[in-house]
């Protein structure tokens, strides 16, 4: 057995951590870093298949050195041709086939022509069937997925965009950044506990806690100081235009070149929530929009997402994020909609920069699987023939991207070609999973408060 003093940085073994059921697992982990305090060693250890938010520093007690695998020498490789982190080329699809839906009650034909489509429900209760034209030539890959990449139906692609002031780059994936850097931070009621590195100054990440004023979001190294801006502050909601209010809710609108001191701690503050983007400080081609929940105190700040004042992708979000004492509340899918809704206003369908955090692409998911069905369990059938509906007037209806749209419908694993048609089925356990979501889903956008006009930055300089 391996003694303690032997534990070096890069050792992978057995660590002790407790489960979300309580109870003690032993999950292998890598070895980030060792520290000695007082004569005590910590180690910083990353569990192997587990998101970098559970990393945590240790005590030796709950090393397992019987099972301790000692890191090897790596062997020089050759560099391979390509520039990292390239984008592997995605043409644009143009999607434009018909569908139809098909009431329970419809006869399904049974013939073998590769003219005729017909529609198997898996459980033998179908609700609804969409189906596509006839005599439209499929497209190779158009809707194919694999369900083991990250590419597989939310149409991710595997590297992102390497603009924007909050962006993936994992060729600055050190040691330094892969550790959380701030123990804890204070934000107006709430404590809250980073989950990854965040550039905050170096002086103030030894601090056990990091005190931010949650109207301008200015940070500082104790609760004195804090008080003592707090009385010089004059703040009491976000700066910029107030676009959006209903009941307690409201959204602001922040130009990053206008109010460059905000959107710069906003970003630093994100940072230790958002583990798949990397920080940069030119915030002026951003907009950031910050929802707020009001009370007698002020807007206090719930969540924000920002967005490229003029995007070459048709991205309606750079960054998302709810703040952890507001998670799992809905708020979420409504700063989602909210960036729709702008879309709307736009004229425009708009999706997601790409890499979603793996909250965030659960959040989007649910998002457009509700919509979408949504849009295809309201269609009624006019003079008793079957209601149809183009991929083309999903994606204007609800501003979202054609390929988001294809990519959900596959997801659920409502689409399927046969015999030259696209047939979606939606069966009894997919309406009655959607109908109890919906009511669940309290928190929705009323687009008659929205007070928003939208901006040609093209025609504004360097905005």
Same mark, same amino acid.
């Given at each position: 057995?391996?003694?303690?003093?032997?534990?070096?940085?890069?050792?992978?073994?057995?660590?002790?951590?407790?489960?979300?059921?309580?109870?003690?697992?032993?999950?292998?982990?890598?070895?980030?870093?060792?520290?000695?305090?007082?004569?005590?060693?910590?180690?910083?250890?990353?569990?192997?298949?587990?998101?970098?938010?559970?990393?945590?520093?240790?005590?030796?007690?709950?090393?397992?050195?019987?099972?301790?695998?000692?890191?090897?020498?790596?062997?020089?490789?050759?560099?391979?041709?390509?520039?990292?982190?390239?984008?592997?080329?995605?043409?644009?699809?143009?999607?434009?086939?018909k569908v139809e839906v098909v009431s329970p009650a419809t006869p399904v034909p049974a013939s073998t022509e590769t003219t005729q489509a017909s529609v198997f429900p898996q459980n033998?209760?179908?609700?609804?069937?969409?189906?596509?034209?006839?005599?439209?030539?499929?497209?190779?890959?158009?809707?194919?997925?694999?369900?083991?990449?990250?590419?597989? =139906?939310? !149409?991710?692609?595997?590297?992102?965009?390497?603009?924007?002031?909050?962006?993936?780059?994992?060729?600055?994936?050190?040691?330094?950044?892969?550790?959380?850097?701030?123990?804890?931070?204070?934000? !107006?009621?709430?404590?809250?506990?980073?989950?990854?590195?965040?550039?905050?100054?170096?002086?103030?990440?030894?601090?056990?806690?990091?005190?931010?004023?949650?109207?301008?979001?200015?940070?500082?190294?104790?609760?004195?100081?804090?008080?003592?801006?707090?009385?010089?502050?004059?703040?009491?909601?976000?700066? !910029?235009?107030?676009?959006?209010?209903? +009941?307690?809710?409201?959204?602001?609108?922040?130009? !990053?070149?206008?109010?460059?001191?905000?959107?710069?701690?906003?970003?630093?503050?994100?940072k230790c929530f958002l583990d798949h983007k990397t920080l940069y400080y030119d915030t002026d081609p951003f907009l950031f929009y910050v929802m707020t929940e009001y009370d007698c105190? +002020?807007?206090?700040?719930?969540?924000?997402? =920002?967005?490229?004042?003029?995007?070459?992708?048709?991205?309606?979000?750079?960054c998302i994020l709810t703040l952890p004492p507001y998670q799992r509340r809905g708020y979420g899918k409504l700063l989602i909609e909210f960036s729709y809704e702008l879309s709307k206003?736009? +004229?425009?369908?708009?999706?997601?920069?790409?890499?979603?955090?793996?909250?965030?692409?659960?959040?989007?998911?649910?998002?457009?699987?509700?919509?979408?069905?949504?849009?295809?369990?309201?269609?009624?059938?006019?003079?008793?023939?079957?209601?149809?509906?183009?991929?083309?007037?999903?994606?204007?209806?609800?501003?979202?991207?054609?390929?988001?749209?294809?990519?959900?419908?596959?997801?659920?694993?409502?689409?399927?070609?046969?015999?030259?048609?696209?047939?979606?089925?939606?069966?009894?356990?997919?309406?009655? +999973?959607?109908?109890?979501?919906?009511?669940?889903?309290?928190?929705?956008?009323?687009?008659?408060?929205?007070?928003?006009?939208?901006?040609?930055?093209?025609?504004?300089?360097?905005?």
């Open positions: 057995m391996a003694e303690v003093g032997e534990v070096t940085e890069g050792c992978r073994l057995p660590v002790l951590r407790r489960n979300q059921d309580n109870e003690d697992e032993w999950p292998l982990a890598e070895i980030l870093s060792v520290k000695d305090i007082s004569g005590r060693k910590l180690f910083y250890v990353h569990y192997i298949d587990f998101n970098k938010r559970l990393d945590e520093w240790v005590t030796h007690d709950r090393l397992d050195l019987k099972k301790i695998q000692f890191p090897k020498k790596e062997a020089k490789t050759p560099t391979k041709n390509g520039l990292p982190g390239s984008r592997p080329s995605s043409p644009e699809r143009e999607v434009k086939r033998g209760s179908a609700r609804r069937a969409v189906a596509a034209q006839p005599g439209r030539k499929r497209k190779s890959n158009c809707l194919g997925t694999d369900e083991d990449s990250q590419d597989s =139906s939310d !149409g991710i692609p595997s590297a992102p965009r390497m603009t924007g002031s909050l962006v993936s780059d994992r060729s600055h994936d050190d040691i330094i950044t892969r550790m959380k850097n701030i123990e804890c931070i204070e934000l !107006g009621r709430h404590r809250l506990k980073p989950w990854y590195f965040s550039p905050y100054p170096q002086e103030l990440t030894t601090l056990p806690v990091l005190y931010l004023c949650e109207f301008c979001l200015k940070y500082v190294k104790s609760l004195k100081c804090l008080q003592r801006h707090l009385t010089k502050c004059d703040l009491r909601h976000p700066p !910029g235009n107030e676009i959006y209010r209903k +009941g307690t809710i409201s959204f602001f609108e922040i130009d !990053g070149r206008k109010n460059k001191s905000y959107s710069q701690n906003l970003c630093l503050l994100a105190k +002020g807007f206090h700040i719930v969540g924000y997402f =920002s967005k490229e004042k003029e995007s070459t992708e048709d991205y309606n979000v750079a206003v736009e +004229g425009k369908t708009g999706t997601p920069e790409k890499p979603l955090s793996d909250l965030g692409l659960l959040s989007y998911r649910s998002y457009w699987s509700q919509t979408i069905l949504e849009i295809l369990m309201n269609l009624k059938s006019e003079n008793g023939e079957r209601p149809q509906i183009t991929i083309n007037e999903i994606s204007e209806i609800t501003s979202i991207k054609k390929e988001d749209v294809i990519s959900t419908l596959q997801y659920l694993n409502l689409i399927n070609y046969y015999k030259g048609q696209y047939i979606l089925t939606l069966s009894e356990d997919i309406v009655d +999973g959607h109908e109890r979501a919906m009511l669940k889903r309290i928190l929705r956008i009323d687009s008659k408060c929205l007070h928003f006009t939208p901006k040609d930055w093209s025609k504004r300089g360097k905005w």
